[in-house]
């Protein structure tokens, strides 16, 4: 079986079962932040975006590790605005809020945008970038389903990188994963790409996940351009942009904590 044949999440009922394939490389009981920050994505785009109004950004906070139990979501608005909106999505599980996304919507108005000269497309695309070593593919069940070629840096050595995604299993049975999919779960992968550390010495973990768009990506192919800052107190920032075949569609950032390994 192919990893188009397979799948993230299982609907049951008003809520979800994770498969194995949803699962992330701290243990196979936790989930990689990838899929359900995705299937929070997910849920916003099935509530629908404000009339006359286009994302702007989403915010994540992720307030504890969210296991292979049934999950579910829900979506409420908490302002109504004519030029700017904000709705909010809770992940629950066992009946506790396991993380939250806010989403900003803002006016869109194609007579009001200012002139601009477009960016330019990558200079390396999917084709020509260099796919990752079995050893690399293999770091969690979830990344075996990600199509990973690596454009500048070194995924097994610290440093700054930049790495096409492509998410080839279905976030859900039987559904197209979207553009926004593909885009949240590339961002959450920034720090992953971009470690400072010896990862056989140290580990680390995003509190957060947050990011800005000024336009809709293009799937199924997001260019991830990311680099980690460490600061003197166990902590540190990643920062990324993010691109697709055509030029870059925003940016994203996350907090990390830094540990030493027993």
Same mark, same amino acid.
């Given at each position: ?9 299982? /609907? ?9 394939? $949803? ?26 975006? &404000?009339? #006359?109004? *286009? ?59 200012? /002139?601009? %000269?477009?960016? &330019?497309? /990558?200079?390396?695309g999917p084709e020509a970038a260099k796919p990752v ?12 389903? %990600? ?22 299993? &279905? ?18 992968? $920034? ?18 996940? #947050?990011?800005?768009?000024?336009? *809709?990506?293009r799937a199924p192919w997001i260019l991830l351009s ?9 902590? #540190?920032?990643?920062? #990324? ?7 870059p569609f925003g940016t994203c950032a996350m907090t ?7």
């Amino acid at each position: 079986m192919n990893a188009s044949e397979q799948y993230q999440f299982a /609907p049951d009922g008003d809520g979800f079962l994770p498969t194995e394939w $949803a699962v992330g490389p701290w243990s196979a009981d936790l989930l990689q932040g990838s899929a359900y920050g995705a299937l929070m994505v997910r849920a916003l785009e099935r509530h629908g975006p &404000p009339a #006359g109004m *286009m994302l702007g950004r989403l915010s994540y906070d992720l307030w504890r590790p969210v296991t292979r139990e049934r999950i579910t979501t829900a979506v409420s608005v908490l302002r109504e605005g004519r030029k700017a909106s904000t709705l909010e999505v809770s992940l629950l599980q066992g009946g506790r809020p396991a993380a939250r996304c806010t989403a900003l919507y803002l006016k869109a108005d194609p007579a009001s945008t200012p /002139p601009t %000269v477009a960016a &330019p497309a /990558p200079a390396i695309g999917p084709e020509a970038a260099k796919p990752v070593p079995p050893q690399v593919k293999a770091w969690s069940p979830f990344f075996t389903g %990600v199509d990973t070629r690596v454009v500048e840096g070194d995924l097994l050595r610290p440093g700054p990188a930049a790495t096409w995604f492509h998410l080839e299993r &279905p976030l859900v049975a039987g559904e197209v994963n979207s553009p926004l999919v593909h885009a949240v779960s590339a961002a959450d992968l $920034a720090g992953g790409i971009s470690a400072v550390v010896d990862l056989r010495k140290w580990s680390f973990v995003n509190a957060d996940l #947050g990011l800005v768009f000024w336009r *809709m990506p293009r799937a199924p192919w997001i260019l991830l351009s990311a680099e980690t800052t460490a600061g003197d107190r166990g902590t #540190g920032v990643v920062r #990324g942009t993010l691109l697709d075949e055509t030029g870059p569609f925003g940016t994203c950032a996350m907090t990390v904590i830094f540990e030493r390994r027993a």
